[in-house]
């Protein structure tokens, strides 16, 4: 089993930044893909990132050349660096990891196996 805790959501202006953090414990050498999904109110939860053990990344179009996905040596702690927030960024991240490799392109939410409980990035226009 694998226990995933987030960490460094916040309210930001629009134009601002912020570093999400996801620390995982237990089984971690069992984790290959990670990533980040969030969901804004009323919307369904979307990709956002992603990144195998062996550092290859995967984002999604809306947030490409603004976030970056990296994670420790160890693939103990995943971090989501945001640039230049924009309001429709406001949303609960959660961060989640699946026991198989990502695959080509930004993986679906089902085949993560163990989830966050999420933090929250609220962005003012």
């Known amino acids: 089993q694998v226990q995933l805790v987030e960490s460094g959501g916040g309210s930001v202006q629009a134009g601002g930044s912020l570093r999400l953090s996801c620390a995982a414990s237990g089984y971690t050498s069992g984790i290959d893909c990670m990533g980040w999904f969030r969901q804004a109110p009323g919307k369904e939860r979307e990709g956002v990132a992603a990144?195998?053990?062996?550092?290859?990344?995967r984002y999604a179009d809306f947030v490409k050349g603004r976030f970056t996905i990296s994670r420790d040596n160890a693939g103990n702690t995943l971090y989501l660096q945001m640039n230049s927030l924009k309001h429709e960024d406001t949303a609960m991240y959660y961060c989640?990891?699946?026991?198989?490799?990502?695959?080509?392109?930004?993986?679906?939410?089902?085949?993560?196996?163990?989830w966050g409980k999420g933090t929250p990035v609220t962005i003012s226009s």
């Open positions: 989640a990891a699946s026991k198989y490799w990502c695959g080509g392109t930004l993986p679906s939410e089902y085949i993560m196996h163990f």
């Open positions: 990144i195998d053990s062996d550092g290859r990344t």
